[in-house]
Structure formats: structure tokens, C-alpha cells
């Protein structure tokens, strides 16, 4: 199905894990791609060829999403890249740092960064270049609805900010036909977080289904909401985790 055809994405963090498979199933459904990366050089370049392997246009940069002015710079050099954008998937993120009462600060900023502000400011450098009847999606948790364990906080508090983001969001862009939406992943098997690892088990019995999603699923969701089938879908999430938050 090639219902994104020729639609320009840009997509954060997405050298590996679930943000490279939003990518090149962006790509399979006839998309051109910018993705950015921090450190991942690489692996970043791998997924370009993966996505040129589709017959579609694919670029990287590197761009620290914990840095403002380079996050600007990321999206306006992805604008030059493409000619133009049409659909942003914030998914540049990081993960739980533990117990509230033993993270540092450095912890704590760095989660506030990235995972808030730096899909605030993508989304605000964004906005002015993107057409009418575009898409901004972002990547959440189902730990922002639910949060099942201890350790998990503040990275729950900022996957709940992005929900009432996505929603105010959608209340200012409708008027231009953008939708804005929410993935939220439950335990999903990528080099962070594998099937195999040692609260792999744990995971997977807190599931309906028994088992790991796979990044697969993630990027499914997005292609939907990304989708001309979704287009009266805003302001909302979906919650992909297998049933952990049923």
C-alpha cells in the first residue's frame, strides 16, 4: 500500500530500535525519510540504505535532542533535504533512570530534555513549515496511564506530558487539518529493553498476550495515524503493550 506516497517524514531518534522501524515502514508505504541520530553513525546510515533499498529518498543527521538550537537545526535542515514537510514522528527518547529518591539531577534533566522539550521544540520548528492536512506523532508509553512498577517516575511523568501536549496540539492545528497523536508502546523488544533480558519475564506475565510486541507493531500504528485513514483521528493515543494496561 502505497498511501503515503511521496509524503516527507522526518523521524527522531531513529538509528535502531523502534524509531528505525518507523522509518523504513514509512518507507514501504511511499514516504521519503530524514531521520536523526546522536551517536549512532552507523547504524543511522544502515537504515538510509535500507530505506533507498525501497526506492524512496532517505537522509541522517546528527542532531543531540537534548540540544535546543540543534533540534531547530535538524528540522529545518530536514525541510531543505526533503523540499518540505508533511509528517514529524517525534520519537527520540530515553529510558527509566531508577528510583526518584537515588537519580541525580544530571538524570532528571536529561529526561526532562529529550523526552519533553526536545519533542516540544521539534514540534514548534515543525509547525511553521508543515502542510495543511499534515501529521505530528509522537512516541509515549503506556507507563503514561499506567505506571505498573516502581523506578519509572520520572520517565512516566514525561510520557504524561506529551499526552496533554498531543491534546492541546490538536486544538491549535486542526484549523490547518494536522492531526497530532500519540504511539504508546508497551514492553517492546529493541537492544534496550530485549525479550531475553532479566525482567524480560516479569514483562511479559504483566501482558494479556504473554509476550513481547516487536518494534513492527509500533511502527504500524504510526503508519496508521500517519494514513489518510486516520485523518479524523486527533488528539488521542493508541496504547500498543499486548494488553498491560488492559
Known amino acids: 500500500m502505497k498511501d503515503l506516497q511521496n509524503k516527507r517524514v522526518l523521524v527522531t531518534g531513529a538509528s535502531r530500535g523502534i524509531g528505525a522501524a518507523i522509518a523504513l515502514t514509512l518507507a ?4 521519503d525519510v530524514v531521520i536523526t541520530y546522536q551517536h549512532s553513525k552507523d547504524a543511522a546510515l544502515k537504515v538510509i540504505k535500507e530505506v533507498e533499498s525501497k526506492g524512496r529518498k532517505a537522509f541522517a543527521i546528527q542532531a543531540d ?14 525541510v531543505q533535504l526533503l523540499g518540505g514537510l508533511d509528517i514529524l514522528v517525534n520519537n527520540a527518547g530515553v529510558g527509566p ?10 538524570q532528571i534533566d536529561s529526561l526532562l530534555d529529550i523526552n519533553i522539550r526536545g519533542v516540544i521544540v521539534a514540534s514548534k520548528a515543525a509547525i511553521p513549515f508543515m502542510t495543511d492536512g499534515g501529521r505530528i506523532i509522537s512516541i509515549g508509553s503506556s507507563a503514561a496511564e499506567r505506571v505498573s512498577v516502581p523506578g519509572m517516575s520520572v520517565y512516566a511523568a514525561t510520557k504524561s506530558a506529551l499526552l496533554a501536549l498531543t491534546r492541546g496540539l490538536a486544538r491549535e492545528l486542526g484549523p490547518r487539518g494536522i492531526t497530532v497523536n ?39 500504528a504510526v503508519a496508521f495515524l500517519a494514513s489518510p485513514q486516520a485523518s479524523n483521528i486527533t488528539g488521542t493515543g493508541i496504547v500498543v503493550d499486548g494488553g498491560a494496561n488492559a
Open 65 to 78: 535532542s537534548a540540544n535546543a538550537e540543534a533540534v531547530i537545526q535538524s528540522v529545518e535542515d530536514a
Open 182 to 220: 500519540i504511539v504508546h508502546p508497551g514492553s517492546t523488544d529493541t537492544d534496550l529493553n530485549p525479550a531475553v533480558g532479566d525482567f524480560a519475564e516479569l514483562q511479559k506475565a504483566m501482558t494479556s498476550l504473554g509476550r513481547f510486541g516487536k518494534p513492527d507493531d509500533v511502527a504500524n
Open 28 to 31: 514501504e508505504h511511499g514516504a
Open 97 to 106: 533512570s531508577g528510583m526518584l529518591a537515588d537519580m541525580t539531577l544530571d
